[in-house]
């Protein structure tokens, strides 16, 4: 019950209490079925409970659940391989959140920074409206300063530019460690990096020694349509982390780069009891066996095109819409001066019509369905969405039609 629970206050909560799940739906307490469009923000890639994971998941219950990082992991070694396999990668390093791995990120980058470059100090350049977690090394990577509030003195050591932005990349220097970058700000608002930018960013920044890190945390495994963003954009980055749609619902998180810089963590230099646990590798690797997949790939990039497209006719049936996004992280963006109350109450009444969404930030719809979404239930959402706003601009509320 809403305000009669003991749990921190931490969350401007949905007033739903979920049961039970099933690829891309819900149950809620009350026996109320809904369409969850928001996969435990960009988790379940493989929606709710998904058998193959579930199968894995046992037969590991069986086996071992625990080690510690003191031994030997067949388990992680497997994963490993598979993501050095798939990406630019040469090392892993797992961990237990997306937080977690930007941690990792940090230390790595600047133990580069001094001891292969030599460098006293620098800075990590990150950038505004980007969000990388909420420990506090990563909150203060994270270029919103209203999540800082309470919290302050931030870590020294960064300096934010304005995203999508080639003229400001000229402060990228030979003092800049990194620079670390989502390839579309998820919570920022669901704003996908412009190519042109992204190759300018990369350019300057191997030209100044800098090492490139993607937050691939909400973007990987398969969420934009091919299995790391970065394949969109046409280079290698140095470090990529990744969390949430790798476990399917299990907590995990990895950090992966090159050998030269991955070279700077030796023994006892980073750690983690529960990080790699082979339960979560179970996941991980049931995971990767489906994503992995280019079939499994390209149905995800005719899902995300199905989704936009009806999102686009959408657009051009109601006034001050603006759909962005990257493959299957969709935000729907709403104009101040049509939705004054912002995103909140549309997502309300998609709830009350049975459908599940986020917001991120204040003006924007999110849009996240499991990377399995099926053409029946992308029809139905883009319905409801449609006839939500049709009784919105019914109800006359003003500059809704
Ligand atoms: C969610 C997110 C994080 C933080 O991940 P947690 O698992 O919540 O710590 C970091 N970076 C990006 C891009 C994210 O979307």
């Not at 209203?146 to 870590?155: N, Q, T, Y």
């Not at 995800?300 to 493959?327: C, F, K, S």
Request: glycine residues 12%; without cysteine; aromatic residues 6%.
């Amino acid at each position: 019950m809403p305000g009669s629970s003991v749990l921190f206050d931490t969350y401007a909560r949905f007033p739903v209490r979920i049961v039970r799940g099933e690829g891309a739906y819900v149950v809620d307490a009350a026996g109320r079925r809904y369409l969850d469009f928001t996969s435990g923000i960009a988790v379940l890639s493989l929606g709710h409970v998904p058998p193959a994971v579930k199968k894995r998941l046992e037969a590991q219950l069986e086996a071992l659940w625990h080690t510690s990082n003191l031994f030997e992991s067949p388990h992680q070694e497997a994963v490993a391989e598979r993501l050095v396999r798939l990406s630019f990668a040469d090392r892993v390093l797992f961990v237990n959140s997306g937080t977690e791995a930007n941690e990792a990120a940090i230390k790595l980058v600047r133990r580069y920074a001094r001891k292969v470059r030599g460098l006293d100090g620098g800075t990590i350049v990150a950038f505004h409206r980007s969000f990388h977690g909420r420990t506090m090394g990563a909150l203060s990577a994270t270029g919103q300063p209203a999540h800082w509030d309470g919290f302050e003195p931030m870590l020294p050591g960064f300096r934010f530019l304005p995203y999508n932005d080639p003229a400001a990349l000229e402060a990228i220097d030979g003092t800049t460690i990194a620079v670390m970058l989502e390839l579309a700000q998820g919570e920022g608002g669901v704003t996908p990096a412009d190519p042109a930018w992204v190759q300018a960013l990369v350019e300057r920044s191997r030209a100044q020694g800098a090492l490139v890190i993607v937050d691939e945390v909400q973007t990987g495994i398969g969420r934009t349509g091919t299995l790391f963003a970065y394949e969109q954009y046409g280079f290698e980055p140095d470090v990529m982390t990744l969390a949430k749609g790798l476990g399917a619902g299990v907590p995990v998180g990895a950090l992966l780069a090159r050998e030269a810089v991955a070279a700077v963590f030796g023994p006892g230099t980073h750690g983690s009891t529960f990080g790699g646990n082979p339960l979560a590798m179970a996941a991980a690797e049931a995971v990767l066996d489906v994503v992995a997949d280019p079939a499994f790939l390209a149905r995800v990039r005719e899902a995300a095109t199905r989704l936009r497209r009806g999102l686009d006719a959408i657009a051009g049936r109601h006034a001050g819409l603006e759909v962005r996004g990257l493959g299957l992280l969709l935000g729907l963006g709403l104009s101040p001066e049509h939705f004054p109350d912002g995103a909140r109450p549309l997502v309300d009444r998609l709830r009350e019509a049975g459908v599940l969404v986020l917001t991120a930030g204040p003006n924007v719809v999110r849009i996240l369905p499991p990377l399995t979404v099926g053409e029946a239930e992308i029809d139905r959402f883009l319905a409801a969405l449609d006839a939500v706003l049709k009784e919105r601009s019914a109800a006359g509320i003003p500059g809704s039609e």
